[in-house]
């Protein structure tokens, strides 16, 4: 059982005012088999979170560490990372104009295992799961992300997550931009994927609302570049009913 | 954060969209001039050998031409010439005397007018009226290391149908005039693959006139060579003609590949479609594009559209790219252009790394599906093979210069 271990993370970033720090002491350990939603203010730094641990070269790593059952991920490249079994579902899923779906499917297919999938399972499993997704088979002779919708492109992140089977799932803000319909189709796929208990899953969120279809074991709230509280699925509630308030002004009320 | 910034592709869309300028800007060398004012002769004569401040010969590294252009005499080895005929397509090494020639288009620039007063031999290949020759002619050049002046003529009789594919390969310096002569009703596809080695120099101005319901597919290739030019020009004969030209560069480091286009609307209901891509990779990789679309005023209901992309793949490369439409009628069907030059998108790359592809593939995949678009265009199973290959090729080198990765 597979288990990621983030311990004091340090993250900056630069920019033109020179480097700037965004995550400030991040310690989290995700196991297989749990959910963990990380649910903050806009700029908190939950995306700086997600795609430093997927290896994002514009962020940099000042101290701290990331292991995944023991091996250093930060020594690793991003595609070494995705081979060890991390996988992150983006927010801003990118276009790769020429390539069709069905082609990169495969090829990352190919790269996370090792060797190419067998023709007549792999078929079938790519419908199977496009089916799911609610996904119309053109889109994988359609070529990657090009021309689709922002609820596509969510619904072809997690086509991949299922197809590709991580053994920790990063998703970041992937109910933004979805309508209920879409959300809860998504929100399906993820639960698919979590249902074996064998996939940790790390849930980045400024709402609360995929929380009512994906039921997060722990969550924990982040603001300004660390963990300032951690609970369980009511401490989701909790933020439903009183927003961020609390923890972003501790001097004074309102916004 | 990580918003997707795909610079490969800004928002170019149509014509208008983004201020841009017709014309020369300030303190360039020469005055806006329309093109239809350029001067074309068959005496080199005609022509002051260029020096480099010409509008047209701007962008031409003419210290590196061996004197193609400021009368070099033939010399050397000449390069050697197979043919591969489809079944019923004629091919004729004639005399200059021959009356066919030279009934397409007037030089327009010095080192095709004496490419035309050089040469001895010259090439014809016919597809007779109504054959339908669905396999390639394909004529092999392959340079033995001389200097030479080439002429080559490609008739398509009227309903005909035919592929013509000139593939330069070898080492050469070389000037050469293609006739393309596209009757009424034919079908022609002409391929011009500049698969050089890298000492090569290769300057050809490849001019096709189509007659009334005609149409031409040029195909230009460039890969190898040290100094390619090819400058195709199109015009049309009768109303109803289609004019396709597509090409494809990539540019190693030290490398000036550079097209120049030419489409000539002077009759009505006549379609053109320009697509140009390229990369290029490598310290003072070079490549231009020059796209020139006239739309004179008896043009009526014209249709034209050209687009150039450029892919930068590393740093110390340079692109190039001027369209230039110029329009007398406003009676026409629509016109636009786009151009765009982006860098290797470091997004696409992250993009696919996080999904476990390799640094090596993911660029791969990425050129690939750059060039994907215009390979299927081509439409010749042959020629498409070919160039999967020549790319495949082009990326191993790219691979090597990116050096780290996989």
């Known amino acids: 059982m597979s288990v990621l271990e983030i311990r004091d993370l340090h993250v900056s970033v630069e920019t033109e005012q020179g480097a700037k720090e965004i995550l400030r002491g991040v310690t989290l350990t995700v196991r297989a088999g749990e959910t963990h939603a990380i649910m903050g203010p806009n700029g908190s730094g939950k995306s700086t979170l997600a795609y430093s641990i997927a290896g994002h070269p514009k962020y940099t790593v000042t101290s701290g560490t990331v292991t995944l059952d023991g091996e250093d991920v930060l020594a690793m490249s991003v595609d070494e990372r995705a081979r060890a079994g991390l996988f992150l579902a983006m927010q801003y899923p990118v276009e790769i104009p020429g390539v069709t779906n069905s082609n990169f499917l495969r090829t990352a297919k190919t790269a996370i295992d090792g060797e190419a999938p067998k023709l007549r399972t792999w078929v079938k499993d790519v419908r199977s799961a496009m089916e799911g997704l609610k996904m119309d088979s053109s889109f994988a002779e359609r070529n990657v992300n090009e021309g689709f919708s922002g609820g596509e492109k969510k619904r072809n992140e997690i086509l991949q997550m299922e197809l590709l089977k991580p053994r920790i799932a990063i998703l970041d803000e992937t109910d933004s931009g979805l309508d209920v319909d879409a959300l809860k189709v998504v929100s399906e796929g993820v639960n698919r994927v979590l249902a074996g208990g064998e996939v940790g899953a790390l849930l980045i969120t400024h709402y609360t609302r995929i929380l009512r279809y994906i039921q997060p074991d722990f969550v924990h709230v982040f603001v300004d570049g660390r963990i300032v509280e951690q609970g369980g699925p009511e401490l989701a509630d909790r933020l439903e009913a009183e927003g961020y308030d609390r923890f972003t002004t501790p001097a004074t009320t309102g916004a | ?406």
């Open chain 2, 1 to 406: 954060m990580a918003a997707s910034t795909d610079i490969t592709a800004p928002p170019t869309a149509q014509h208008g969209f983004v201020a841009h300028s017709h014309g020369n800007a300030p303190g360039d060398p020469v005055p806006v001039q329309s093109r239809a004012g350029w001067l074309s002769s068959f005496d080199p004569a005609d022509f002051p050998v260029p020096n480099g401040r010409e509008e047209n010969w701007r962008f031409t590294p003419l210290a590196r031409l061996r004197g193609l252009h400021a009368g070099a005499e033939a010399s050397g080895a000449p390069s050697a010439v197979t043919i591969d005929a489809a079944d019923g397509v004629r091919t004729e090494l004639v005399d200059r005397g021959d009356a066919r020639l030279g009934k397409v288009g007037v030089p327009e620039d010095r080192a095709a007018a004496q490419a035309w007063a050089s040469f001895t031999k010259a090439l014809v290949v016919t597809v007779p009226a109504e054959l339908d020759a669905s396999a390639p002619t394909t004529v092999t050049v392959e340079g033995q290391g001389g200097l030479g002046y080439a002429h080559v003529l490609v008739v398509a009789e009227h309903h005909s149908r035919g592929i013509v594919v000139l593939d330069h390969r070898g080492s050469a310096t070389v000037s050469a005039n293609v006739e393309i002569d596209v009757a009424d009703g034919a079908d022609l596809t002409v391929v011009s693959i500049q698969d050089w080695a890298d000492d090569a120099v290769h300057l050809s101005a490849q001019r096709a006139v189509v007659g009334r319901d005609a149409k031409l597919r040029h195909v230009v290739v460039s890969l190898g060579g040290d100094v390619v030019r090819i400058s195709p020009t199109a015009s049309f004969s009768g109303p109803g003609g289609e004019v396709e030209l597509v090409g494809l560069y990539f540019a190693d480091a030290g490398q000036h590949l550079e097209h120049r286009l030419f489409v000539d609307h002077a009759v009505p209901n006549c379609t053109s479609n320009v697509v140009y891509k390229g990369a290029l990779q490598g310290e003072s990789a070079h490549t231009v594009w020059i796209g020139d679309v006239l739309i004179r005023a008896a043009a009526e209901g014209t249709q034209t559209y050209e687009l150039n992309r450029n892919l930068v793949l590393t740093d110390g490369a340079r692109a190039d790219s001027v369209p230039n439409l110029e329009i007398e009628t406003g009676e026409i069907v629509g016109a636009g252009h786009a151009s765009a030059t982006g860098r290797f998108d470091d997004e696409q790359l992250f993009y696919l790394q996080a999904r476990g592809i390799t640094e090596a593939q993911a660029r791969r995949l990425v050129v690939r599906g750059f060039f994907n678009e215009l390979i299927q265009k081509i439409g010749v199973p042959q020629i498409e093979e070919r160039l999967n290959a020549a790319i495949e090729a082009e990326l191993e080198r790219s691979m090597a210069l990116v050096g780290a990765g996989a």
